[in-house]
């Protein structure tokens, strides 16, 4: 699998707090070895066919989508984020 940002993904990140994105990073190296990784709890998004959200930490999420080999990273930031994933 690979990882794909992106533009709204890339801003959400630049405004993050840097022990966020340092935890962020770490998540999506989890991602990207064992999705199934306890720390990430994934989970489909309610009404969204597609998109499914992940756990930075506990205030923290990121949300993206599985197209073909690829992780498509949308978003990163707090719950508020999830309303427009």
Request: aromatic share 16%; charged share 30%.
């Amino acid at each position: 699998m690979r990882l794909f940002f992106t533009k709204s993904f890339e801003r959400d990140y630049k405004k993050l707090p840097t022990k966020i994105q340092k935890q962020l990073d770490k998540q999506l190296t989890f991602l990207l070895t064992n999705s199934k990784y306890p720390s990430l709890r994934i989970k489909k998004m309610e009404g969204y066919f597609d998109i499914l959200e992940g756990r930075i930490s506990k205030n923290y999420r990121f949300t993206f989508q599985i197209k073909k080999e690829a992780y498509y990273i949308h978003r990163a930031g707090t719950h508020k984020i999830l309303n427009n994933p």
